[in-house]
């Protein structure tokens, strides 16, 4: 019988940090097209792409909490790795 894999647990900082770099690069990219945008009745993109680049803000700081208690669950695995290799016969 095989053994399932271990679920991904990569480092999710990057993923926020990029969310947010994408908003922000979404309003810049949509910036010299404002008065058609506007004129077609989509004056409001502005402040949705400022609002997703600050809704990331709570998130990437979750993010850091997160990897760092990943950081710590995975010392703490080591560690025990490292005491039940020892003891073993």
Same mark, same amino acid.
């Given at each position: ?11 999710? $900082?990057?993923? &926020? #940090?990029? +969310? =947010? ?12 097209? *404002? ?14 792409? $400022?609002?997703? &680049? #600050?809704? +990331? =803000? ?12 990943? *950081? ?16 073993a016969p």
């Open positions: 019988m095989t053994t399932p894999p271990k679920p991904l647990d990569p480092p999710m $900082v990057p993923f &926020a #940090l990029a +969310g =947010i770099a994408l908003w922000i690069v979404a309003g810049l990219i949509m910036l010299p097209f *404002r008065d058609e945008l506007a004129d077609a009745g989509h004056g409001s993109w502005f402040g949705i792409t $400022v609002a997703g &680049a #600050l809704w +990331g =803000i709570p998130g990437l700081l979750t993010m850091i909490v997160h990897d760092r208690n990943r *950081r710590r669950r995975r010392a703490k695995a080591s560690d025990s790795f490292k005491t039940e290799r020892q003891t």
